[in-house]
């Protein structure tokens, strides 16, 4: 297995963390990264939105990159070529390693406005934004798409070809179609076909949860890096295990129960309250724990008792009371 080479960067290991809106902040990235990813990619960012010289403080928290991970990868969503040749510079003077572009996303609030996947339905727009976004900065460009806007129209090939003769780096497909959203399952027979219909470097994505059926996945495909979204949300040892596949150990074994939580609430917890303060950590990090408690006995009652909960201490209280239940039962 080698590195993902995108333009200068040489990624060890090959495995990139989705960009994931609401998820993928700068927090979540920095506990990540340790766990074994060679890259993270920052949730997407508006174009538009930071077209105003006063862009929202969560726009310019997004898109702050100095004194973080590295490598790191900016993604920007939009419609307008110049627009997004704009940002893309921004982006980049705000510390981003990379830019990547955002065909993919399916939700209509982006799509209304022809941004994310909607633009895989206008190839020369895509083929005019990558263009101009590869001309703005002097870093590598790349894209992340799905198969297409629609079963009946597939258009993942043509436009990672288009993409390569623009000059992008490196392409990431997700291969469902917009119109499917999250339904069905990822076809993995698609992301083959393009790693053999472009030279430049292939990421695959969708549905990957286990680690030895990971690297399966790489190996039947070719692809050059794999790219884990929602299995590792509550789960960051999946990517310690792949590491550890890609780096030819066994798969560590993933932590006790009791272990779990004490990182979720130890460690996860208290950095987003650092990071967020109370009243945005709080509501954010119900969604984390709710899955840190998934296969948890009670795991049920736990996460509705924890989704009423206001007060970060009344939370953490109930998770260590649950972590003391836990260790009872062991020890019992
Ligand atoms: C909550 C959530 C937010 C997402 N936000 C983005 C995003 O900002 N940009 C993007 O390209 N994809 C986004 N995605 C899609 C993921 O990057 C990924 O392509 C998708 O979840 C499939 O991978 P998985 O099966 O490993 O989760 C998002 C997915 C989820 C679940």
């Known amino acids: 297995m080698k590195p993902l ?48 010289a006063s862009s929202a403080k969560r726009t310019m928290e997004m898109i702050d990159q100095h004194g973080l991970e590295k490598p790191v990868s900016t993604q920007l969503w939009g419609d307008d070529p110049a627009v997004m040749a704009k940002a893309a510079k921004i982006v980049r003077e705000c510390g981003a390693d990379i830019v990547d572009i955002n065909f993919g996303c399916p939700a209509p609030k982006v799509t209304k406005t022809n941004g994310g996947s909607a633009c895989l339905r206008d190839l020369d727009r895509c083929e005019a934004i990558m263009r101009a976004v590869v001309e703005a900065v002097d870093c590598p460009v790349t894209m992340k798409m799905r198969l297409g806007w629609s079963e009946d129209k597939l258009v993942y090939i043509e436009a990672a070809q288009r993409a390569q003769t623009a000059g992008v780096k490196a392409l990431t497909l997700h291969a469902r179609t917009a119109k499917q959203f999250y339904k069905g399952n990822a076809d ?71 272990d779990r939580l004490r990182y979720a609430i130890g460690v996860h917890y208290r950095a987003m309250l650092e990071e967020l303060g109370e009243s945005r950590a709080v509501p954010q990090m119900r969604k984390h724990l709710a899955l840190y408690l998934k296969g948890i006995p009670g795991a049920a009652v736990l996460r509705e008792r924890i989704m009423r909960l206001d007060r970060a201490q009344d939370v953490v209280a109930v998770v260590e009371e649950t972590i003391e239940s836990l260790e009872r039962a062991v020890a019992a």
Not at 18 to 31: D, E, F, K, Q, Y
């Open 5 to 52: 080479a995108v333009g200068p960067h040489e990624i060890w290991p090959p495995l990139v963390l989705a960009p994931m809106s609401g998820v993928t902040n700068r927090t979540m990235r920095a506990l990540y990264k340790p766990f074994g990813l060679g890259l993270t990619v920052t949730e997407f960012v508006s174009s538009n939105a930071l077209q105003y």
């Open 188 to 258: 993995w027979a698609h992301i083959k076909r393009l790693k053999e219909s472009v030279d430049i470097p292939v990421i695959g994505n969708g549905d990957l949860s286990d680690a030895h059926d990971a690297i399966r996945r790489m190996e039947e495909t070719g692809v050059d890096a794999i790219m884990l979204g929602r299995a590792t949300l509550g789960n960051p040892w999946l990517i310690s295990q792949i590491r550890d596949l890609m780096e030819g150990r066994a798969a560590q074994a993933v932590p006790s129960a009791a």
